[in-house]
């Protein structure tokens, strides 16, 4: 599993911050789909909206492409339905690169029921998805990109929780290596960093659920 670096991470903490894709509550904590409570959530679907927010994180995309896999080895991008499909046609646009789409459930019907787009088999490809938090979803992904035959090791987030202590370990088992902009760490460093972001209080609630998730979740779970 591997973020970039300092300045990638740093750079797209405040963009997702400047358009508001970044939400604080500790009152009322969010839900998220682990069913885990939390002070924190995060909308990158958002960025579709800002195009020039939205070229810079894909410009960051395509820099792990180009350096760290390596371009010339990708035959195609495949986004996760439904949150993964633009971005993933924004950096297949910009890198001229074939897109194919995942389904979260089959069609029922057709040689590539999972699979939107020409025949995949045989193609090594990415998946490209907005976010993830246990890597449940993108284990379910590539297994059915690899039932449609073709081959997928590596997959690119935006956004990496880094809450839960047995992802790394679940999708090295599954075969894939997970690459990432920004996780909530680069999100508090940077409104650490800011002071004038959020206030201490929601800070110091940030880095409590960060440290000990299950815990705060349990401890606020009546809140919501």
Known sequence: MTNIDKNIARTTAKLLLEINAVHF???????????????????????????????????????????????????????????????????????????HYVRKKPKGFGVNAHIEGNNIRGKKVILIE???????????????????????????????????????????????????????WDILDYCKEKKSVIDLKTIDQIEEFLNSPKKWSQKHDNKN
């Open 130 to 184: 907005d976010l993830t938090t246990d890597g449940g979803s993108k284990i379910k992904f590539c297994d059915s990109i690899r039932r449609a035959g073709a081959k997928v090791e590596d997959a690119i987030v935006l956004f990496y929780y880094n809450i839960y202590d047995d992802v790394i370990k679940k999708l090295q088992k599954s075969g894939i290596n997970l690459f990432y902009l920004a996780c909530w």
């Open 25 to 99: 509550n500790s009152i009322k904590p969010f839900t998220l789909t682990s069913g885990l409570k939390s002070p924190v959530y995060i909308d990158c679907r958002k960025l579709i909206s800002y195009p020039k927010a939205r070229s810079i994180i894909i410009n960051f995309c395509s820099e792990i492409i180009t350096k760290k896999i390596g371009l010339n080895k990708i035959e195609s991008l495949v986004g996760g339905e439904t949150a993964g499909i633009p971005f993933a046609s924004f950096l297949a646009c910009q890198l001229e690169l074939p897109m």
